[in-house]
């Protein structure tokens, strides 16, 4: 019964339900993807698909010219006359005759050179003929995977939902968006998606959207992980080659100039391939462009072919990009992946009216049910008929799902997964109930090892729950921990409850209490695996430590779009702490340092006196033109890269057993990235803060700033962190100021520079200042290569540091170590 189901199932989806539909082949009958096909003087196209095979909506019978596009072919020019529907068009297209006679070839230069200048000449008068319109938008992804591995870092893959043959081999997501454009250069784009779905996935919404493929080669810059230079951009000459390959006519004697784009060096973010230029208008006529992953620093990329198809239109003399495909390969870690996006512009309405609330902060949205739409409304809406590869996934995965989320099979699963081993007393367990959506989690202890001068070897273990809410993305989770230090000999345990209240606003909730041990700076500048190495083998114990009981609530939540409030109490008792041993594994005569971070060399005095204290704070976050997606299951906000992002905070110190401990706090703070187009990127991060009656308050409540003494740097920048700076001098109960900034060249001066180019890295340039009052202001200065590492993995720093204060202070390396973060 369910074979027959099938059947009927392709059969019915593969069957058009358009008007006119079929295939596209060429004179040796091999289907052709990608063919453009519209009716004349309309802005309504399709594409074929992967089989060649196509299909286009027509309001009702009559006389049309059907025209039919494709690079490398004659264009055809169809006169139909349709009396009922469907109409079957099956078109076999010749090859183009390329030939040089059509140019003047010179021996001095290639005329390639002059059609480019032409074309970058008349690039905004082309451009402003499409900077304002409504459209019709329609989004397909494939993604493939073959021979995946079953476990990677011995941990256990699975068979993606259902997505693996026997072979590990399938389809991991496939997707389509039909949406409603609203555009108006430069930069302002609503898109309402209109219907969604993806492939095992019910209620699932796809993330396909044209602002994320918005790729205009007028413009200087194409966005990729790094600025692609457009072979028609203003400074094209100094980064390209170009090449004449002839020219050929379009069926209203339209001549088309095919055009090599050649880079000059290859390390730079750059394209290679071909780039047609209709002449006289000098506008776009095609774009089949080779984009190599490590140009634009997405190293797991290997290659991506991006090919855009323009048609004109004789009636409003404009040319219009109709389709758009980006086929890719990429790969790692034993993953091997492949696949296609499809795009397709239709019914453009140039220069529309557009009201004042067209444009807002919301840039994308769902019409009510659109991820419900059945699949009779597909097949009358969707432009690019399905493969049957594509039916097959969809109906399997639906079959799959209904399966998958049924009762009886998820016990099942969990079962297995649930299965005890006497391993998992050290290494951890958990428990899941799939059906439930809820899991219990055991953390072992032996992942936890630490140490330090304090507790000597301390190990961390704990118990968690875990209940979540798919469908709108909330949670609720409650854990505890234990963690006992063997040299000072003490237990200490701490609990925590969290809830996310909704996915709109994300209002949250914190809950927490208990014994801990912590540094003195809430910022953790010192993590646990490095300052173990660094102790144990080099007798450098820069952590300092305290005990802190305490219970704290925290809340937050978004108020209005871009600005978010986190406010939070906290009551603690904070007592001093003292090293417990003088171990080490490299036998040294060096001492360790004191716990007490004022005195380095006094064992007796504490840091701290034992006190209690209550601490207020209220944060707020200003995302200035902060932009969103707005989905039934949550809102997604998009930072607006043209404006920083500011916060402010007011924190009270009160109810101290000494009124010296009170105190009152400010502070502001402004992040702000550049974007320097070709030239790479500028980080600047800016912090200022005043205590007021806070002379004689706890050392704990200090502002302590993010220094480096290990000489090992842990994060992807160093914006909000000193590499040089000792933890603890500078710390202040007064005022101070921070700035940390950072330039990124993105490659533009490593990718010039011979022997450099090979290693594909980024030149890093920093400087970060400290001024609090009483001490002479503090200054590093940084120079450095990131991205570096073996093959696809970039995964190093190497940055040289000279810091300043009252004149030349120390210089020194610091290596990042990337993936350290992962292994905390």
């Known amino acids: 019964m369910r074979k027959i189901s099938l059947v009927l199932f392709l059969l019915c989806t593969i069957a058009s339900f358009s008007q006119v539909k079929g295939l596209i082949t060429d004179n040796k009958n091999n289907r052709l993807p990608g063919v453009t096909i519209l009716i004349e003087n309309t802005y309504n196209g399709t594409s074929t698909n992967e089989s060649g095979l196509y299909e286009l909506s027509l309001k009702k019978p009559g006389n049309y010219v059907v025209v039919v596009q494709y690079l490398g072919f004659k264009t055809k020019r169809i006169p139909v006359t349709i009396d009922v529907f469907p109409y079957q068009l099956n078109v076999e297209l010749t090859e183009e005759n390329i030939t040089l006679s059509e140019v003047t070839v010179s021996n001095q230069e290639d005329p390639a050179k002059q059609i480019i200048r032409n074309a970058i000449a008349a690039k905004k008068e082309n451009a402003d003929k499409t900077s304002k319109y409504n459209a019709d938008f329609y989004s397909r992804g494939l993604i493939r995977i073959k021979d995946a591995p079953k476990k990677i870092l011995g941990q256990d893959l699975g068979d993606f939902d259902g997505a693996l043959d026997s072979t590990r081999t399938g389809i991991l997501y496939l997707s389509e968006t039909v949406s409603k454009l609203n555009f108006q250069k430069p930069d302002k784009m609503k898109e309402t998606i209109v219907a969604s779905k993806v492939s095992g996935k019910d209620n699932g919404f796809s993330f396909n959207n044209a602002a994320s493929v918005d790729f205009d080669f007028y413009e200087n810059y194409i966005p990729f992980q790094t600025n692609l230079i457009s072979p028609l951009s203003d400074n094209a000459f100094a980064y390209y080659k170009f090449k004449i390959e002839g020219s050929f006519y379009t069926e209203d004697k339209q001549q088309i100039n095919k055009i090599k784009v050649i880079p000059r060096r290859d390390a730079e973010p750059v394209i290679e391939g071909y780039i047609y230029i209709v002449e006289d208008s000098w506008a776009i006529y095609a774009i089949d462009a080779v984009i190599k992953g490590a140009r634009v620093q997405m190293p797991f990329m290997d290659n991506l072919v991006l090919k855009q198809s323009f048609s004109y239109n004789p009636k409003d003399k404009i040319w219009t990009k109709n389709t758009q495909s980006l086929d890719f390969i990429a790969g790692l870690m ?127 273990s704990g118990f968690s729950f875990l209940k979540t809410k798919e469908e709108d993305r909330t949670f609720i989770q409650a854990k505890t921990t234990f963690n006992y230090g063997f040299a000072e000999q003490k237990l200490r345990i701490k609990g925590e409850f969290s809830r996310k209240f909704n996915n709109h606003n994300n209002a949250s909730l914190n809950i927490s209490g208990g014994s801990s041990i912590v540094q003195f700076n809430e910022r953790n500048p010192i993590s646990n695996i490095v300052n173990s190495v660094s102790t144990l083998f080099f007798k450098n114990n820069f952590i300092k430590l305290y005990d802190k009981n305490f219970a704290k609530i925290g809340y937050s939540q978004e108020v209005i779009n871009s600005f978010t409030v986190f406010a939070n109490v906290e009551y603690s008792e904070r007592k001093p702490l003292f090293n417990n041993t003088d171990f080490s594994i490299i036998k040294s005569d060096d001492l360790y340092t004191s716990n007490n971070p004022l005195r380095p060399f006094d064992e007796v005095t504490p840091a701290i006196v034992k006190h209690n204290l209550i601490k207020a704070k209220i944060t707020g976050k200003i995302n200035f033109g902060q932009e969103y997606w707005m989905r039934p299951d949550g809102k997604f906000n998009i930072t607006n890269d043209k404006y920083p992002t500011v916060y402010f905070t007011y924190e009270k110190g009160f109810g101290g057993n000494l009124n010296s401990y009170n105190f009152d706090y400010l502070s502001g703070k402004v992040d702000k990235d550049f974007n320097l187009g070709n030239k790479g990127s500028l980080g600047v991060n800016l912090t200022v803060g005043k205590f007021y009656n806070a002379s004689d308050i706890s050392f704990v409540d200090y502002k302590h700033f993010a220094g480096n003494q290990t000489h090992i740097g842990q994060s992807d920048n160093y914006l909000n962190v000193f590499n040089l700076l000792p933890y603890y001098t500078n710390s202040t109960n007064d005022a101070f100021f921070e700035v940390h900034s950072e330039y990124d060249d993105k490659g533009f001066v490593t990718n010039k520079v011979p022997l450099l180019n090979k290693l594909k890295a980024n030149l890093i340039l920093g400087y970060h200042n400290l001024s609090v009052p009483d001490r002479k202001p503090y200054h590093e200065f940084s120079a450095g290569l990131n991205n570096l590492g073996f093959g696809k993995y970039k995964i190093f720093r190497f940055d040289y540091v000279r810091s300043y204060q009252s004149g030349f202070q120390t210089d020194g390396v610091v290596f990042g170590l990337k993936f350290l973060n992962v292994l905390e």
């Open 334 to 460: 034993g993953i091997n992946i492949s696949g296609r996006f499809t795009y397709v512009y239709s019914n453009f309405e140039f220069e529309p009216k557009f009201d004042k609330k067209t444009f807002t902060r919301e840039v994308l949205t769902f019409e009510k049910e659109a991820n419900k739409k059945e699949d009779s409304f597909w097949n009358t809406i969707r432009p690019i008929p399905l493969t049957l590869e594509e039916s097959n996934d969809y109906v399997k995965k639906d079959s799959i799902q209904t399966l998958r989320k049924s009762k009886v099979y998820l016990d099942s699963i969990d079962k297995k997964k649930n299965k005890f081993g006497i391993g998992d007393v050290l290494m951890g367990y958990s428990y899941q109930n799939s059906y439930e959506n809820w899991s219990f989690n055991y953390n072992g202890p032996l992942l936890s090892v630490k140490f330090n001068t304090v507790q000597g070897y301390a190990l961390s």
